[in-house]
């Protein structure tokens, strides 16, 4: 029996009523329960406090009122909306007397979204975004480019935006996508939230729906993947990446880097004269030479480019479905500099590259992958089901993000996130199902507790049910929990 974390944060205090225990998700670092209640209905006085950690609060509850200590205005935030949870669970008005001492454990606390599988729209995408911020997730990863459709207006490249999006069920739909004007919109959208939007630009692979644009940036021979040969696709890459720059404030910017096939490099005469003209050994380390480059072409504006897995995998086969973890790799004079961010989607691959000395975010598919069927007793939507493996909440809530990561590396996890791949969703109402109440588990681990061992799921499970009674009364379509 796992020891209650409950009990372990209230030890030296009185029990929290029923109503204040459960309305908190993610649970602050630190409570401490004290008798009497607050009525006073006054908004909370503030003061400004250099000693606490960026995006933490202290927050008082005494009988005499509310006050909010905070070093930065995401602090003051987060204060506010574990505020709202126990306003939500006081049932006759009166706040418990607590003292909370609350930080996150990590700084990249994420959501991903695929909308170039499936369009959503932006009042769709300011939904999840309330939704984060109500559970204290930090970072919204826009999935905008892919091998079915490119939805972000690049200006000069007028075709990226103009063709239909396949869905993987035979549906045509679309064409969609979005305007400078609907991604500002966005993202003041989520910076008054204190949500960072981290824009993805797939390459040099998942990337067919720009070679059907512009069939030059494909490799000839066949194969739709960026044909790094040609001097117009590495062009066409640092003026998507000039773009995005520009319209996009984020530090981080994603370059892809996943399930690239090497084998039509081989083939193509453009990327065989690239890869004599740059002394590479072969068509194999063509992307990692992309990597170098696009990395340092960012590095050199300011930026850091993060990608997923395979950008260390260096020399060798990157399989989506393996652990995409080459021992050659480790070797190879083309892995990136450290001036990247790596995206784990495999346990073994997340923890290898911070024991590397890559800084991670991991988001293990076992995990992380809300597009894995949650094995409800009753549930009418679609997803995958790869190994006829399962993602119920309770693995969500056993994601261990220091998994294989030694002691000297943890701090190399800069945190963590879900992935929504969207090729099996419906709609909103069906991304709203995959995401909740699993969203929760990954809200509790990355805010308040990496730490398996100081987890107690059925603890959890009973606040998770109380709030899968608010999304519902906010109109969101959360799943059962079980
Ligand atoms: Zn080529």
Redesign the pocket.
């Known amino acids: 029996m796992k020891k209650l974390l409950f009990a372990m944060m209230v030890a030296s205090g009185a029990a929290l009523p029923l109503s204040a225990q459960q309305c908190l998700v993610p649970m602050p670092r630190e409570v401490k329960v004290s008798d009497g209640e607050c009525r006073a209905i006054d908004g909370p006085r503030t003061e400004i406090a250099a000693t606490i950690p960026p995006e933490g609060y202290e927050l008082s509850i005494t009988p005499d009122g509310v006050t909010i200590r905070y070093s930065d205005d995401a602090g003051l935030f987060y204060a506010r909306m574990t505020l709202k949870q126990l306003r939500e669970g006081a049932t006759d008005g009166a706040l418990p007397c607590v003292e909370i001492k609350d930080a996150p454990a990590f700084r990249w606390r994420g959501v991903h979204l695929d909308e170039a599988r499936h369009f959503f729209g932006k009042t769709a995408v300011k939904r999840i975004l309330d939704e984060m911020s109500w559970y204290k997730l930090n970072v919204f990863h826009w999935h905008l480019t892919d091998s079915q459709a490119w939805v972000l207006d690049v200006p000069g490249y007028p075709n990226l935006i103009r063709q239909g999006l396949g869905r993987s069920f035979g549906e045509k739909v679309g064409p969609f996508h979005y305007t400078a004007n609907d991604v500002k919109e966005i993202l003041e959208y989520a910076a008054r939230r204190h949500i960072t939007v981290v824009p993805e630009i797939d390459f040099p692979g998942h990337f067919a729906a720009a070679c059907r644009a512009y069939p030059d940036l494909a490799?000839?021979g066949g194969g739709k993947v960026m044909?790094?040969?040609?001097t117009n696709a590495v062009a066409f890459a640092e003026k998507v990446l000039d773009y995005v720059c520009e319209l996009f404030p984020s530090h981080d910017i994603h370059i892809g880097g996943d399930e690239c096939p090497r084998k039509f490099?081989a083939k193509?005469p453009?990327?065989r004269a690239f890869v004599e003209r740059e002394g590479l050994k072969d068509a194999e380390d063509i992307q990692p030479w992309l990597t170098r480059h696009l990395a340092a072409y960012l590095e050199a504006k300011g930026r850091r480019a993060i990608g997923w897995e395979e950008i260390v995998v260096g020399r060798g086969k990157a399989d989506a479905n393996g652990e995409s973890e080459n021992k050659d790799g480790a070797k190879s004079s083309l892995l990136p500099e450290k001036n990247v961010l790596v995206m784990g989607y495999h346990n073994a691959a997340a923890a290898r590259s911070a024991n590397m000395g890559y800084q991670v975010v991991s988001c293990p598919n076992w995990h992380c992958y809300f597009d894995y069927t949650q094995q409800l007793k009753d549930d009418p939507f679609n997803y995958f089901l790869p190994d006829g493996r399962w993602l119920p909440l309770e693995e969500v809530y056993w994601f261990d993000p220091f998994e294989g990561v030694a002691a000297e590396s943890r701090a190399n996890i800069v945190g963590g996130q879900c992935c929504n791949w969207t090729e099996k969703t419906l709609n909103l109402y069906d991304l709203e199902w995959k995401m909740w109440p699993r969203g929760l588990a990954l809200a509790e681990i990355l805010w308040t507790n990496p730490d398996p061992s100081k987890r107690d799921f059925v603890e959890f499970s009973a606040r998770a049910a109380e709030h899968r009674r608010r999304l519902i009364r906010e109109h969101v379509n959360c799943a059962p929990l079980k």
């Not at 044909?227 to 040609?230: A, D, I, K, S």
Request: glycine letters at 10%; charged letters at 20%.
């Open positions: 490799c000839k044909c790094v040969g040609n490099w193509c453009r990327c």
